[in-house]
């Protein structure tokens, strides 16, 4: 299984042009909905604190910390979509391919979602100090490679003359497609996105616990 160069192709051939094109792009609703977790997660307490001028003590033991941290789970922070374009194909030792061969082009549309699993923090990873936190994070990775099967589709396929077309030839095609698409993000720096908006997560969390001084890595 081999997948086609990056080219481009002349703009009245809109649908060939998107051929081995990599668009990465952040979900516009992410950020809001990481404060919304860090919200809920943080607790309504502060809230009713900064509305009411209310005292409002908070456990920020460093078992709470971690406890806190982890309701965060997988937390997804970096959304691409992504456009490739693969070839399968089916070549016989003898006969030509006019005969005997099989070849399809898949035009994949794909999405590949990349975070920090919180789950794996325990208490070597946090350390309390008064009213300051450092917390070392779990390396990024990607949680989700998926294709949009609504917009992947077999764009050409040739059969030879002797044989029939093989249904195992798409399968292998859409997994190849997963695999350069997941490389694709890897290429364009997802995981140091994620890590970089982790963190963001993360260290407002700490503060909306009360900490003044945060320090996550």
């Known amino acids: ?16 042009s998107g051929w081995g094109l990599v668009a990465g792009s952040l979900l516009a609703g992410a950020a809001l909905g990481l404060v919304l977790v860090i919200a809920a997660v943080a607790g309504i307490s502060n809230f009713a604190r900064l509305l009411l001028g209310h005292s409002t003590l908070m456990d920020t033991s460093a078992p709470a910390v ?17 456009d490739k374009i693969v070839e399968g194909d089916r070549e016989n030792p003898v006969l030509p ?3 005997a061969g099989d070849r399809l ?11 920090v699993d919180l789950s794996q923090i325990d208490g070597k990873r946090v350390r309390v100090e008064g009213d300051s936190v450092h917390v070392t994070l779990p390396a990024p990775q990607v949680l989700v490679t998926r294709l949009d099967n609504a917009q992947t589709r077999v764009y050409s396929r040739t ?12 399968s292998e095609a859409r997994l190849t497609a997963e695999q350069e698409i997941t490389k694709a993000a890897l290429a364009d720096g997802i995981l140091d996105k994620a890590r970089q908006n982790a963190r963001a997560a993360v260290t407002g969390l700490l503060y909306a616990l009360g900490f003044r001084k945060v320090d996550v890595q």
Not at 68 to 82: G, M, N, P, W
Not at 105 to 115: D, K, P, R, S, T
Not at 159 to 170: I, K, M, R, S, Y
């Open 97 to 99: 391919n006019f005969l």
């Open 66 to 82: 971690v406890d806190k941290i982890r309701q965060l789970s997988r937390l997804e922070a970096v959304d691409y979509t992504i």
């Open 159 to 170: 059969t030879g003359l002797l044989v029939e077309a093989d249904p195992n030839l798409e």
């Open 105 to 115: 082009l898949l035009v994949a549309h794909g999405e590949v979602i990349a975070g």
């Open 1 to 16: 299984m081999e997948y086609l160069p990056e080219t481009t192709a002349p703009r009245r051939r809109p649908l060939l």
